[in-house]
Structure formats: C-alpha cells, structure tokens
C-alpha cells in the first residue's frame, strides 16, 4: 500500500462545462493533509462503459480510487453498473438502505418518487456508506488491493458521505502519522512568509502555503507530535501577530464578529470603491446584527457629504480618494450610526479613473476606534476585482489589528501600505 | 477526424488542491458549443512523465488535446518536455519569441529575469501562440493526424490565447455547422422554461440550460442558419420578456447601468439582509459611477429611520421585514440619495430568526420607480448565502422590469412571488 489515490470525477454535466467542479479541489486537498497523494484525476462521462474504463486504469496507479457523482436517481444508473461490472458482481437490492431512502423522505413528508429506490442498489459484497443530507448513499468496495469509494456529487452531501471515509482510510491504511497546524495569515505576501519561514531551518516538518487575494493560509504538517511542537514553537514567533485563526475555513469577518459580540462593541461602515462589498462578507456571517450597525455605499460625493458629514471643502481641495476623506467617512460612519467602530474606504478600482498622482489601484482605508483614528494609503495590484477585493480584506485585516493590539502603529506591517495623515 | 478532445490540465498546485480548476470547464463549455465533445479530462501532475503519458493516452481517445497549466517559467519546464518527448522532437530556441518576451518586460518597465527565456523554448516545428496578457506563449504542434495545444495556466492569459485557437480549430477541422443563439433569462424557474419549451416541439436545434441562483441561461445550438431561425422564431415568443441579453457573460447589473446611463437616470438601493451584496453587484461594473450614486446598509432598525426616514411606527406595527418598511426603504433611497430609481431589500437570511409568521427566506423587495413604487413579497428556499443571492438577483430583476415596462404589474411573473400592499 503506497499511499496514492485517483480521483474520478462522474458527469456530462462537468464535461460540458456546466459546473464547475470543486469537488475535486476538496478531496484533493483533504487526501493530502492525510497523507495521501493523488497521482491523476479523471472527469469521464457517466456512461457505463467510461466508468468501467476509468476504474480499471486507476487500478494501475493507485491502491485507493475516490469517485464523486453519477449516484443520482437516473433511469440508466450508469455508474453502479460501471462498478458491478469493474468489481465482478451483480447489483442486489439493499433492504436496510432502501428503508432509509423512505425514511428521508418521510421525514421531509413528500412523497418518493419510486426511481429514488435505484439508490438502494450496490454490487455485492459493497458497503453503503450514509448521507445525511441525501438520499443517494454512498458506496465503499474492495478489489484485491484496491479501495474503491464512490460518493454523491451534490458537495453538501459528498462531504458528509467523506467524513466517514476519512474515519475508514484512517482506520484501514497504514497512513504515516500527521499532525496538523494551520496558521491563517493576513497581510505579509506570501514571498515574504516564505523568507522568514525558510531563515527558520524548520526540519521534520512539510511547510505549505494556500494564498487568495484574502491572505495565505499555512499548513503545517508534521510526522509526530513532537515534530510539530518543535516547528510550531519556532513559526509561532513568526507568524502569531499575523494570524487571525488556526481553523480552516474560518473567516476573518467571523473572528472580528465574535471579538466584538465579546466585548458588547459595535462596527459601522463607509464604503466608496468596494462598493457594499465589505459590508456583505460582515452580513455573510449569521448573527452579524449583533454587532453589525450598517453601513453607507457612498459612491458619489453628495452621499459623502449626506450620509458621512465629509466636509465639502476637503472634497474639493484632497479630492474623493484622500486621506481626509478616509478619515472622515471612517469617523462619519462611527458616528452617524452611534457603534464603536468605523471603517472607511475610498480609491480607484479602475480600469478607468485613474492619473499619474492618484493611479488605478490607490485606496485609502481607515479605522475609527473608541479612542482614535488610523488612515493607511495603498496601491493595489491587479483589476478592478481584484484592487476592491484587497481592499475590504484590508480594511477586516485593520479593524482586527486595531480590535487585538487597540493601536494600529505598533503592528509590523508588512503589506505595502503606509500611515498617511 | 470525428471532433472529439480530451482537455489535460496540468499542475501539482491543482491535484493537492490549492486552486480550483475553472479552465476545465470553461474550456469544456467552449467545445461543447463549436461542435466538440470533451471526452475525457485528467489532471495531471507538472512533471515530463505524467505530461507524456496523458499525451499519449489522449491519442487513443480523441484528435484534439488542449492542456492548461505548466507553462510558466519554472526551471525545470516539464510540459515542454513531455510535449517535445510525445513529439519526437527536439526543443528549439525560438529567437522571434524571446524577443516578444523581452518586450513584454521592457513595456512594463520591470526588469526580466533570465528564467523567463525558457518559455522561447519549443518543440521543433510547433507553433508559438501569441498571448497578449503574459510572456508564455501557447504551443500549437501535430502529430499524425492529431492537434495538440497547449495553454497557458493563469484563466485570464489561457482565454486570451484560446481566442486565437478557436480560430484554428474552426479553420482546421469539418466541424459541423453550429448556430448558436442564447437566451440568459431571469426570474423563470428551469422547470418552468422546460415546459414552455417542450410544448413548443422544437425540432432542428437542441436546447441546454445552465441554471445558476440568478436565473438561466438557455444554449439553442442548431446545424443550419435556417434551423436555428426557426426555433428561434418560436423561442422568442416565449423567452423574449424574460431576457435581459442574448451575449454570454453579459449580466444584468450591466444592462440595467446601460440603460439608465443612456436615459441619464440614476439608482440607489436600500439593503436590510443582503447587506452591501447587491451594490456591491452594481459597483462590479466599470463605469457604474455614471448612474449609481450609493446605498445605505441599513441593518439595524435605527439606521433604517435615521438614513432612510422609515416610520419608527410601521417598524414597531409591522417589523423591520414588512412590505410597508421595503417600500419606505426603496422610497427613502431614492428620496435622500436624490435618485430617479431606488430599491429597497428587508427580509430573513437565517438560519435563525425565523417565526411561524415570517419564515426564514421571508423578502419583502421594493422598486420606485419616478412615477410609483412597486413591493413583491418572497419566501426564497435555500441556505443563509443562497437568499441573500436570490433576494439581490431578484432585486435587479424588478429593476429591470420596471426600467423596460415602466410598470412592474404587466410582467408575467414566475418566480413564486406575490404583490403586496
């Protein structure tokens, strides 16, 4: 058993291009913080023949195949028949899972259409793995060697169905021992991470970076326990003051929400570039409405001057994209909706709009907390998109700073931004 | 040559998913739409073995091989490799690229590093593919009977370069003729244009929905130009009114600014619980400035009295998610932003906070427009993320609506909601 998996991915829906598979980038993920390299992916059609043809090459490569979709209630049920067919079995009728089909649907009280029962079909000899969240169940098979694990392709139900193959693979495969830190970082480029990281001599540990235009997320993934420790001990020093959380998945809005749901504090917003953009990630979050006041898209001058109080006289003289503008629409928001926090944002997004003393991509943005206000001015790569996205990332990166340490100016920054007055 | 492809996409980044694969199938789609069937698709590792080995099963399978990815500047250039070892070939220096390389630094004022001269290397006698948006170039080559291109990975430089090669293929290969026509309807469940349509009997064309929370684009693909004027001409009695363009990727923030841009008329919007998500949508659009003067996030009930002038009594009478609160949101917008249009968005996302009375998914959307002021009542299914979607998608939609017909009780309403007072 050398550790390697295939990954099929089941469906003309995919291979017409209809979806975009992000199964696929999950799996492959999960597989590799457990160890587990997957050496090629297959999207094949969900035809009997193509499946039959898919499986037999991955037994080539692999001691564990991984499938997602194709388990659907579909007349032709093209995909049980490919594994029958690749296993040697016949399809019998699974009692016990045909009983839980009728139950989901009870439960639900609709009726169920009898092409449901399909599902309860699996090779003999095959496990059927359950979904919480579906009705097709999942399928667990062996041949010789080989593990083969079939799971639905809605991505809510593949995932419940894979956390019990996780538990199986653990259980079943010889997998090396991991242990597992992930550092979410924001605001050092991923460049830098990876000098300071690399002047560490981290040894015993394998050292991954996922970056977004959100930040970079570091995995670390040791041999044992110990192994970790001694790297953990050595990254923590450098990457604690930039890490916003150690879960994965869990986003910086959410980390903020809860330091201030916390503390009874409140947040409002000004937002002229990005647009809403950041108030819809903080409203992304169930229960922002206890911290979160509202906000102000202040895309014209007038509503700066309406809704925020920003003063006409530094419109004309600093113009929109400013300093003072910043500030002010940061202490307007603070202040017009009454919450303990504020946060302003003004540049150019572009493409258009942009000069050679105020280019595409400059923005301010500033933080207004309980005691005082900070402005940082930066200049943004990238599209249109891309300079509003690093924009409100930026403005959450701020607010958490200023939340954790009260003052901005003592945080080592290292995003390419400056203090401006 | 039977118009089959197999797509390969290549890279170790993809396979440990650190990066969703959205070339795949926007690749997959762009076949499937000239003619081409994508038989199978594999990922693949960046190394020469697992390049070669794709190549050469592709051969069995299809006559068109398109690969994405592993054509960056790294140093060990695995894919040119693996092509050039498929090939027979040897690599060759291709001196009129590694000028258009040079120049692509010197224009951008950044000076080159040497590595970069790597991607002038080709297989002797394949093709160099211009690629406008970066410095590697796409590789066309043959081998018997057999196409191979080679894209580069970044999405922006691969559809750049992709443009060019549809050319090709169009020049090159007996592809059938294909007229194509799209509909990207709003606010018409997929189960509901299926049944118009099939009741149509459409013959001579064949017909794909690509359904999304925002509403569905329908593909009409048909062999001859006559073929497609006639389903068509029957399509468009039933699709006309629910669609806002007939261009791919062209979304209705756009035709909406479009046609308030061209009336010199101007919008502002009022959001409860999608929160910044839909201005953040308008702001999306380049040149959105012209006609979108802001919004208000009004979260919290004081907010919604203090910059929108709702009653505090109808807030207290009927709750923040009211039909009277949507309206005097909508109205408020437009009021204090000084605009011709505005929306007003309240409801409950969930997943709490819902009451046997007002359900989670509960929306009450509201569109004044210069002459009256419009509220339809929803009860959206789905998650937290998906009624924020529907609700803003929804929210443009009456927009659209309105802009078009001037009075929102003449459209032919399909999407579950109901006028309400």
């Known amino acids: 058993m050398d550790n390697n998996a295939v990954i099929i991915t089941i469906g003309d829906e995919i291979l017409r291009g209809r979806i975009v598979d992000t199964n696929f980038s999950y799996l492959a993920k999960r ?11 297959y999207t094949v059609p969900d035809r009997e023949e193509w499946v039959w043809a898919a499986l037999s090459e991955a037994t080539e490569r692999a001691d564990i195949v991984i499938t997602t979709g ?9 995909t049980r028949k490919g594994l029958a067919r690749f296993l040697g079995k016949k399809l019998v009728f699974d009692n016990r899972f045909a009983q839980k089909i009728r139950a989901y649907f009870q439960r639900r009280n609709i009726p169920m259409p009898e092409s449901n029962l399909v599902q309860a079909y699996l090779p003999e000899g095959a496990v059927p793995l359950e979904n919480d969240e579906g009705t097709a169940p999942g399928i667990f098979a062996r041949k010789d060697s080989m593990m083969i694990v079939m799971l639905p392709g809605p ?29 979410r970082t924001i605001g050092v480029p991923e460049s830098v991470l990876y000098e300071w990281i690399a002047a560490e001599e981290i040894a015993g540990a394998s050292i991954s970076y996922y970056p977004s235009l959100r930040g970079v997320d570091i995995y670390v993934v040791a041999g044992s326990k110990e192994a970790r420790e001694k790297a953990t001990a050595a990254l923590d020093k450098i990457l604690l003051p930039h890490s916003y ?16 749901r916390e503390r009874k504090q ?13 108030a819809g990630w903080i409203v992304d979050i169930p229960g922002s409405s206890d911290y979160f006041l509202g906000g102000v898209v202040s895309y014209s001058n007038e509503a700066k001057e309406k809704f925020l109080g920003v003063r006409h006289e530094d ?48 923005v301010y943005i500033s933080v207004a907390t309980p005691e005082r206000t900070f402005v940082r001015r930066y200049v943004f790569n990238g599209n249109r998109d891309a300079v509003r996205t690093r924009s409100a990332a930026t403005a959450l990166f701020m607010l958490w700073v200023a939340l954790k340490a009260g003052d901005l100016t003592k945080h080592n920054f290292q995003d390419g931004g400056e203090f401006a007055e």
Chains 1, 2 share one sequence.
């Open 315 to 362: 419109l004309v003289e600093h113009g929109a994209v400013s300093s003072p503008v910043a500030r002010q629409m940061a202490e307007g928001a603070k202040k017009h909706f009454g919450s303990d926090y504020g946060i302003g944002i003004t540049g150019i997004a572009g493409p258009t709009g942009g000069t050679p003393k105020k280019p595409v991509g400059l």
């Open 70 to 78: 194709g388990l659907g209630p579909t007349p032709d049920d093209a």
């Open 31 to 41: 597989l590799y913080l457990m160890g587990i390299d997957v050496r090629i992916h």
């Open 155 to 183: 991505p809510n139900e593949m995932r419940a169905v894979f956390r019990s193959v996780e538990l199986i693979l653990k259980r079943e495969i010889a997998l090396p021992e991991r242990h597992t830190k992930i550092y």
């Open 245 to 260: 959380s150690f879960t994965e998945d869990e986003r910086i809005e959410k980390v903020i929400g809860d330091m201030l």
């Open 266 to 278: 409140t947040l409002a917003v000004a937002e002229s570039c990005t647009g809403g953009k950041l």
